[in-house]
């Protein structure tokens, strides 16, 4: 009724549809995997979308995208820019290839489905994006300072005005930033993104943002105001990466067009230039990696208004532009994600407060007070507590090198001006902490309301669900994906408090477990892009990226750069979008040529090995090779995807001489056992393919029997913890892999959680005196096998993309229930299990335009509907409830 209704309504408004609709509709529309985007440069941007479809077997067998300019136009059928006709594909992806975008144009889509009858959907609801500047020429606007040296501790404000003669139609601002920002029209802060833009090698790359300011423009005068922060580009506090020295370091800059269409269609802009005023703003300091300094007695109110006056404010400087490379910031933003109540506080006298916000977290803490002026109010955040009960920093600042008192790790300075309740949140920075220590320099008054905490990351949205009957593994995946959120800040760090560096080791290792319960591909492309950036000629990658600097002649080689092949090979495997592997093919051969060229053998000893190990070490060796082997297998892969067949062939011959030469040196013949045994020498050629297929069930039996040996527990560093888990479950050792993860005595991720842990730890040692940072993201793998080890949802790397779901589950012994959930490029994958007695309950369902694989582990037996079925099944799209004996 709802589909005969809808066509009634669209055919009255002049639609052109067939003749037979059915209710399934195309859905969840995005371009550049962003929802009705603005300011894109992309000329070929790319569509995505799903097919809504409840029944049995629903499949697309066509689409056809219609573009245009008009949205009423588009909605009736009509495209005046791009329409792709009829296409026969089960696609859920196109790339643009119509009519050259033009620069700050709005454009408009729909999708049209047919299913596998021929009959047509509902189509789409209507979608747009918008262009942007597409090119450094658009800019209108100056790059503009204040002129100060880069170590005035002061943010500068900078504002202007400008009037609006006729009717507004459409507004927008484009601002480019060397450093971080706040943008201002008529007072009112404009969007609710935080540390925008996002850090890159800015001597190199630059990134702007659009923002819809249609509504904040007023008839008449208007106000703009910008203020500037440091970040990663003017970086002050000195530590042992010597940001301080980056060679970009400059005072922060900015460059702001401000574009309105009137409703005649003409086009004014106003921009950023000297003829700006510029002042020092009550910020007095701020480093991303410290802290945030403001005294209230510098305010200067309606600063960023109309009728503010500037006459006592100087010129602003023009300067040169940071790099040549301005370009759209397509990316979901940091926010504010999840506001963190105080679950506990601790008063030690009227000038000594100590909240607990009863979790890890990385963000900002929001203080509201009532003091005298001039009152002194410090805020020390940490992770942990002395045995007094005040704030402990000692396992977070060793990093730090402070050349004099007055920039304290991790602590926020706030002077208040004395005029009643007032309230204070820093803007250019964050911190890793559960406990925020205030002291004041007089009495005050706090309660636990007083303080509350921010959860901050990029926000991407949450596409994996988990739950097990037990509640300790739904702990440990919590606590992994806090640990892995709190680690995203535009790019992958590895921890929030002590470095905030984007650590390439502890990003691979973290990249399925990010995949499986966040849609984060817009993040790991722009952070490939800063790879593409940091990469030397010859192929060396650093091993933070981005970097100032440090990082290529230490803690890099292939066991932790291998971030160039694994992230774009696991985001292909999870989207299907094959542009993440034609942009980084020619870097990851330049990376895998370079190492051949030093290691001719096909055997590399460059890396730091199986870090932070809990006793045993392997030779760095065979990790590093292993790694190696990965990306050579992967650039083989991918040479075969884009059609190169030579390169293929090359690669594919590099990938088995490395691992004939790994074999000959490590693998004992006649045992199975490589090296000496140990659950890393063993776990990561499983895990890597690297095992001879006649050699593999010795291997993991060898394996599970040294898991035996040592009660259970792990005995590895992070790169044998990424491999362990799986390389038991796939060879017929889940039992195994499922009582290391659920253990919950030293060393394991389940000793964490029963003390207390509400993130992923440095160290398996809980009382460790270094590396032990409590909100790390290197052991965080056990995540991804939680997905595919237990409930079995996997990619298919000959489809790509969950076109083709493999369902490998594994019903392990001590786990009575459970439940998980993907939402992948084609819609939500469910995997559910429970025992009833010698009967296993397996639930799965498969989004339409999908299908799977289901594989019974071997030893079981399976029906469907009654009927026995064999060990591996084909299913296409909706629900299916498996018996399993």
């Not at 791009?82 to 026969?88: D, E, F, P």
């Not at 952070?527 to 803690?555: C, F, K, S, V």
């Not at 004939?660 to 890393?680: C, D, E, I, V």
């Not at 038991?728 to 964490?752: F, H, K």
Request: glycine share 8%.
């Amino acid at each position: 009724m709802k589909s005969r209704l809808l066509y009634s309504i669209l055919l009255t408004a002049g639609a052109i549809l067939p003749s037979i609709l059915f209710a399934a509709r195309p859905v969840n529309l995005k371009t550049e995997y962003l929802t009705n985007p603005i300011g894109l440069d992309n000329t070929h941007p790319r569509f995505t979308w799903m097919m809504d479809d409840n029944g049995a077997g629903a499949a697309q067998a066509a689409y056809q995208i219609i573009v245009g300019t008009d949205s009423i136009g588009v909605s009736q059928g009509k495209a005046d820019v791009w329409s792709t006709g009829k296409i026969n594909s089960r696609n859920i992806q196109a790339v643009y290839n119509g009519k050259a975008l033009q620069p700050f144009g709005r454009y408009y889509w729909r999708i049209q489905l047919w299913n596998t009858k021929g009959q047509p959907t509902l189509p789409s609801a209507v979608n747009s994006f918008e262009m942007g500047m597409m090119n450094m020429t658009n800019w209108k606007g100056m790059w503009i300072s204040d002129g100060e040296s880069r170590n005035t501790g002061p943010a500068p404000y900078f504002r202007t005005t400008f009037g609006t003669g006729k009717k507004v139609k459409m507004a927008r601002a484009y601002i480019a930033v060397a450093g971080l920002y706040e943008v201002y029209i008529n007072g009112s802060r404009i969007g609710d993104h935080r540390l925008d833009p996002m850090y890159t090698r800015f001597d190199r790359r630059n990134l702007y943002v659009t923002y819809d300011i249609t509504s904040q423009i007023q008839p008449g005068k208007n106000a703009i105001g910008v203020l500037l922060g440091n970040g990663w580009y003017n970086h002050q506090s000195t530590a042992v990466w010597d940001y301080h020295l980056a060679p970009w370091r400059q005072r922060p800059a900015f460059c702001l067009d401000l574009r309105i269409t009137y409703s005649d269609g003409t086009v004014e802009t106003i921009s950023s230039n000297d003829h700006w005023k510029t002042d020092l703003s009550p910020v007095v300091k701020n480093n991303i990696y410290t802290g945030e300094h403001y005294d209230a007695r510098e305010e200067q109110p309606g600063w960023n208004t109309i009728n503010f006056n500037d006459t006592k404010w100087k010129p602003a400087v023009n300067r040169q532009a940071p790099s040549q490379n301005v370009v759209a910031q397509a990316m979901v933003p940091i926010k504010n994600v999840q506001e963190i109540q105080t679950v506990a506080l601790n008063k030690f006298n009227h000038k000594d407060y100590v909240f607990n916000l009863g979790r890890n977290i990385a963000g900002v803490s929001k203080l509201t007070v009532i003091g005298k002026e001039g009152t002194i109010i410090r805020l020390k955040h940490g992770e942990r507590l002395q045995k007094d009960g005040h704030v402990d920093q000692s396992n977070i600042d060793m990093h730090y090198r402070p050349t004099d008192d007055k920039d304290p790790f991790q602590v926020d300075i706030f002077i208040l001006k004395g005029s009643g309740s007032e309230t204070f949140m820093p803007r250019f920075n964050y911190k890793g902490f559960q406990y925020v220590e205030v002291t004041s320099s007089e009495p005050i008054e706090l309660s636990q309301n007083s303080l509350t905490g921010y959860f901050m990351h990029s926000d991407v949205k949450q596409v994996g669900y988990l739950h097990t009957s037990n509640p300790v593994i739904n702990k440990i995946w919590a606590a992994t994906n806090n640990s892995y959120l709190s680690n995203l800040f535009g790019y992958p760090t590895d921890c929030p408090q002590r470095e905030k560096n984007g650590w390439t080791g502890d990003a691979h290792i973290a990249i399925e477990t990010g995949l499986y319960s966040f849609d984060g591909i817009t993040v790991y492309e722009k952070w490939m892009a800063d790879h593409r950036d940091e990469q030397q000629p010859n192929g060396t990658l650093p091993a933070i990226i981005p970097t100032p600097g440090w990082g290529y002649d230490w803690a890099n080689g292939p066991d932790w750069t291998s971030t160039i092949a694994l992230i774009p090979w696991n985001t292909y495997l999870f989207y299907g979008d094959t542009k993440i592997l034609s942009d980084n093919y020619e870097r990851i051969k330049r990376y895998v040529n370079h190492i051949n060229d030093l290691y001719p053998t096909g055997l590399t000893t460059w890396g730091l090995g199986d870090w932070v190990p809990v006793k045993s070490k392997s030779p760095v060796e065979m990790t590093s090779t292993a790694y190696y082997f990965a990306d050579v297998t992967i650039a083989a892969k991918i040479a075969a995807i884009l059609g190169k067949k030579d390169e293929q062939v090359l690669y594919a011959a590099l990938a088995d001489k490395i691992k004939n030469a790994f074999n000959h040196k490590y693998l004992n013949p006649n045992t199975g056992s490589y090296n000496t045994g140990l659950q890393t020498e063993l776990a990561v050629p499983l895990y890597w393919g690297m095992v001879p297929e006649n050699y593999k069930a010795r291997t993991a039996t060898l394996l599970a029997q040294r898991v035996k040996a040592d009660n259970y527990h792990l005995d590895v560093g992070i790169l044998g913890a990424k491999a362990i888990l799986t390389a038991l479950s796939d060879n017929g050792y889940a039992d195994v892999a499922y009582r290391i993860a659920s253990q919950e005595t030293y060393p394991s991720w389940g000793w964490w959680i029963v003390n207390g842990a509400t993130t992923l730890y440095e160290n398996w040692d809980i009382n460790a005196k270094s590396d032990i940072s409590l909100n790390h993201i290197m052991f965080g793998e056990i995540g991804a096998w939680l997905y595919k080890g237990i409930g079995g949802i996997r990619p298919d790397g000959q489809h790509p993309g969950f076109s083709n779901v493999i369902l490998q589950p594994n019903f392990v012994t001590g786990l009575y229930s459970y439940a998980s959930s993907h939402i992948g490029p084609y819609g939500k994958i469910s995997a559910a299990w429970k025992r009833n007695g010698k009967v296993i309950t397996y639930q799965v369902t498969i989004p339409a335009n999908s299908t799977a694989e289901v594989i019974i582990p071997n030893g079981k037996t399976a029906s469907l509907n009654g009927k026995p079925v064999a060990n591996r099944y084909h299913i296409t799209a909706g629900s299916y409830v498996f018996m399993i004996q």
